[in-house]
């Protein structure tokens, strides 16, 4: 069979031009939310409605076909998108997304978050983030490479090693980012490593980067909890999604002495007040693929862990899960945003009111792109580091944007994620504007 058309083309809206005037819709949308939190810190730092516009527009962005020839012969096709939110302060970087959901607004919206996220940590990035609307789970490994071998031929154009640097995201891992490596190499005819991070050691990875966000999120909670006063020792954590960024931000909680006590995945979840054997809990997923059935715990469904009288809940699965609906139930002291955009503004509002203090995805979860942003400088020196050089370094680099954060928000009085975007936000408009306009 040939393809020829493509069915079912969810269509991409067009760009938000008015948008200054004409503020997106407050519903949880990850665009709405990303243009809502947007326009609150553009009113802080008092720009006027053209540096909102062009902060809330994206450069450049491309929607491609990906055909893919299935195991079985027939043909079936995906819609593929990469889209460079901001490349000022230098090549775009940011995550490529197999999830089934994945439209061009989500991709935008996550795009936009990579720019302040790489400004919050003063990374000399821009923000990009790419997606291909598939269930990677349906797919058999021989045709996950096919789809992402034609995908990153669609978007040659745009990535490059100073152009657009591509990491693993949801549903995306090391082994996906060597067939990218690979497919652009091979078209270019050497070796180029530093056009995707999050490789496999054996291609130019870099030590530490498996861990990264997870070891991020607790310094950031640890350096947190000790302006409160309180010790990583002293508090009860639940992980919601235990995927490559809860399941080792769990394990790292629990190796620095820290109570795990319910974790969940997109199959359910587990509770222990007594702590969770993280360790052993690790070995059940590897054998079964889901913390379900785990012996040491009783059953809890993802809702009731949101819910749980916890000191730090860490939200690390998909958007939106602190809504109008759920953010309410919140008991934690502390939410550390673990996943990309899983607090609403809704959500927000309700977890402020409350009294809970959220430690946002910019900052939280900045430790993944901090060591890839390590891993594109060693593949640029063809000059590798030790890991306990880039261990220092990520903490060094999570707890100073904490404090950087956590001092503004205080002498501003703005919530820590208005405060962390103030200061990404700023740090890009700054290159916009020292650049000058052209011509
Ligand atoms: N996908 C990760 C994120 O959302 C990492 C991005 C990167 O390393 O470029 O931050």
């Known amino acids: 069979m040939t393809t ?11 760009p938000e031009t008015d948008l200054p005037d004409a503020p997106a819709p407050r519903n949880s949308s990850p665009l709405a939310t990303a243009h809502s939190q947007l326009a609150t810190a553009v009113e802080v730092l008092g720009y006027d409605s053209g540096q909102h516009q062009m902060l809330a527009t994206p450069r450049r962005e491309i929607h491609v076909a990906v055909p893919l020839r299935r195991d079985d012969g027939e043909t079936v096709l995906f819609h593929g998108f990469r889209v460079q939110h901001n490349i000022s302060r230098g090549p775009g970087k940011g995550g490529l997304r197999y999830a089934p959901g994945v439209d061009i607004d989500e991709v935008r919206a996550l795009a936009m978050w990579m720019t302040w ?21 349906d797919y058999s490994t021989a045709e996950l490479e096919r789809v992402t071998r034609r995908y990153t031929s669609e978007i040659m154009p745009m990535i490059g090693p100073d152009t657009d640097v591509m990491a693993p995201d949801m549903g995306t891992d090391e082994q996906t980012m060597a067939w990218v490596m690979d497919t652009y190499s091979v078209n270019r005819g050497y070796t ?19 861990t990264a966000t997870s070891a991020g999120i607790v310094h950031v909670t640890a350096a947190a909890l000790e302006e409160a006063g309180v010790p990583l020792t002293d508090v009860t954590v639940a992980v919601q999604g235990f995927g490559k960024v809860g399941s080792h931000a769990a394990a790292i909680f629990a190796e620095r002495g820290a109570k795990v006590v319910a ?56 958007e939106g899960v602190l809504d109008e609906q759920t953010a309410g139930r919140v008991r934690a002291r502390w939410v550390v945003e ?36 390590f891993e594109w400088v060693q593949a640029n020196q063809t000059y590798w580091w030790a890991e306990h050089e880039i261990a220092e370094r990520l903490e060094h680099r999570m707890t100073s944007a904490y404090g950087d954060v956590s001092a503004l928000a205080r002498r501003q009085d703005l919530s820590l994620r208005d405060a962390a975007l103030v200061i990404g936000i700023q740090r890009t408009a700054e290159a916009h504007r020292i650049r000058g306009l052209y011509p």
């Open 338 to 373: 673990g996943a990309n955009g899983p607090t609403t503004t809704a959500g927000d509002a309700i977890l402020a009111r409350n009294g809970v203090t959220v430690v946002p995805d910019v900052l939280a979860n900045a430790g993944g792109v901090v060591v890839s942003y």
């Open 192 to 210: 180029i490593p530093a056009v995707v991070t999050g490789k496999p050691l054996a291609v130019g990875g870099s030590r530490g980067r498996g």
């Open 263 to 318: 974790v969940s995945d997109q199959y359910g979840g587990l509770r222990n007040d007594a702590g969770i054997d993280v360790k052993r809990l690790l070995e059940h997923l590897a054998a079964t693929g889901s913390v379900v059935g785990f012996d040491d715990a009783e059953p809890l469904s993802n809702v009731d862990l949101l819910g749980l009288e916890v000191d730090v809940l860490v939200p690390a699965a998909v």
């Open 117 to 137: 996220k790489c400004g919050i940590v003063d990374l000399p990035y821009g923000g990009a983030k790419g997606g291909v609307a598939i269930d990677p789970r």
């Open 4 to 14: 020829t058309s493509i069915p079912d083309s969810p269509q991409p809206t067009p």
